[in-house]
């Protein structure tokens, strides 16, 4: 198991290394920042689809102009996050069905990067939520993440697991409240 990338500083280095062709330095630079640049891309573009799609686009422009970034500039953060976000722009400018006029912010999001230290008290706290979503059972589980993190609606989560619509609203709100419960100890 691979130790955890924490720092702007590690970032920094594992882009420097990116620069000169190490592969698994990128593997962990991926590792370490995709959700983030991946939630920057969702709140511009709002489907998960588009959002994959930048974020594979923007982490092939990293990797290939890894040389360009200057530490003395910006951080690694939001040096990436500003490839990512306008590669989610540049998508949102093509796709009709995502309008830049629902997301007048999206801009916010590289303003919004935490420090080093809220970044680490943020992955303490997702390594929490993840320990509480084990907890659940499977399909639950599954529904959760569908909703919230996907975005799927009631509907899409009925037909996708073949339940009506009310059992869906249950297992959610019965699932958050577990989750709560589950955080709060």
């Known amino acids: 198991m691979q130790p ?9 280095r594992l882009l ?3 620069a000169d062709g190490d592969r698994e330095a ?5 590792q370490a920042s995709s959700a983030k640049l991946y939630g920057i891309a ?3 573009l709002r489907r998960s ?14 990797w290939r102009r890894a040389s360009d970034f200057d530490p003395a500039r910006a951080s690694a953060v939001a040096w ?4 990512a976000r306008n590669r989610a722009l540049d998508i949102a400018r093509l796709k009709t069905e995502a309008p830049l006029d629902d997301a007048p912010n999206a801009g916010d999001a590289i303003l919004d990067a935490p420090s080093p230290e809220a970044e680490a008290e943020l992955n303490d706290e997702l390594r929490r939520l993840a ?7 499977s399909d639950r589980r599954e529904a959760v993440l569908l909703a919230y993190r996907s975005g799927w609606s009631r509907e899409e989560l009925a037909a996708r697991f073949g339940r009506p619509v009310g059992t869906l609203k249950t297992w959610l709100r019965r699932s958050l409240m577990s989750l709560r419960r589950c955080l709060e100890t």
């Open 4 to 12: 955890t990338v924490r720092r702007s500083e590690d970032l920094s």
């Open 16 to 18: 420097g290394a990116c």
């Open 131 to 137: 320990a509480c979503l084990e907890e659940l059972e």
């Open 80 to 83: 990436m996050a500003a490839i």
């Open 49 to 62: 689809d588009l959002a994959e799609e930048a974020v594979q686009d923007a982490y092939v422009r990293i």
């Open 26 to 30: 990128f593997a962990r630079l991926y």
């Open 42 to 44: 969702l709140r511009i």
